[in-house]
């Protein structure tokens, strides 16, 4: 499986934007992108996730870089809420020989948000 | 249905004995997946359902461990035999069909410490 790179922290002031970044370098062309983030004492949980083009949802935004090989979650405006451990996965299409069940965490980059 | 839903949140338990969690997944999810997190770590993938078929299983999954879905439904994950490197967090999620490559939802977790 694919390895992916983040920082183990990353600092933000509050209602500033967030550009958190990841490297894939080993990424194929049949793996997804995830983001997922785990506030303290609570279960992952799913912030979006993309292909090749850039994502946006309610929550942030995606940017892909054309070769794959890196992307960057965007909080537009972090709020206290955002501290968390940020998680950057490559899950494998099950039918290009990708696991059905198995997101690879690694430690992911834990945000502070100061006030 | 709020999300998915674990119990019991907390188990403090003496080496040696056996301990069962259950997780109750988003109703129309058919897909069940059972993760283990420990202290500083990205959680880690212990098996996964689809319905009541359990179609995958981790080599961290040991023979004192077993999962079952019996209806497709709920779950319930069971250690035998605790010892003390069982401490962990056990996390359940769920998601629709399309699995991995989509959103997986978690629940809060169940906090297991073995004395």
């Known amino acids: 499986d694919a390895k992916t790179t983040q920082p183990n922290s990353m600092e933000s002031n509050e209602e500033e934007p967030v550009h958190l970044p990841c490297n894939h370098s080993?990424?194929?062309?049949?793996?997804?992108i995830h983001w997922y983030r785990q506030l303290p004492s609570q279960g992952p949980e799913y912030v979006i996730h993309?292909?090749?083009s850039n994502v946006n949802n309610r929550m942030a935004s995606l940017a892909i870089a054309e070769d794959r090989k890196s992307s960057t979650l965007i909080l537009h405006r972090a709020t206290l809420r955002d501290a968390a451990v940020y998680y950057c996965?490559?899950?494998?299409?099950?039918?290009?020989?990708?696991?059905?069940?198995?997101?690879?965490f690694g430690k992911g980059t834990k945000l502070s948000v100061k006030p | 249905d709020t999300g998915v839903s674990q119990d019991p949140r907390h188990k403090i338990t003496k080496r040696g004995q056996n301990v069962t969690f259950r997780c109750d997944p988003i109703?129309?999810?058919?897909?069940l997946y059972w993760y283990r997190q420990t202290l500083g770590q990205g959680p880690e993938f212990l098996t996964y359902?689809?319905?009541?078929?359990?179609?995958?299983k981790s080599r961290l999954l040991s023979d004192r461990f077993s999962a079952e879905r019996p209806k497709g439904s709920f779950s319930t994950l069971e250690i035998q035999r605790t010892e003390q490197g069982d401490s962990a967090m056990y996390l359940c999620?769920?998601?629709?069909?399309?699995?991995?490559?989509?959103?997986?939802?978690f629940g809060e977790g169940s906090r297991l410490t073995v004395l």
């Open positions: 999620a769920s998601s629709l069909p399309q699995g991995v490559t989509g959103e997986l939802f």
């Open positions: 080993t990424i194929s062309g049949t793996d997804y």
């Open positions: 993309g292909l090749t």
């Open positions: 996965i490559l899950s494998r299409q099950p039918h290009y020989g990708g696991s059905q069940g198995n997101l690879i």
């Open positions: 109703s129309e999810h058919n897909r």
């Open positions: 359902f689809q319905n009541e078929a359990q179609l995958e």
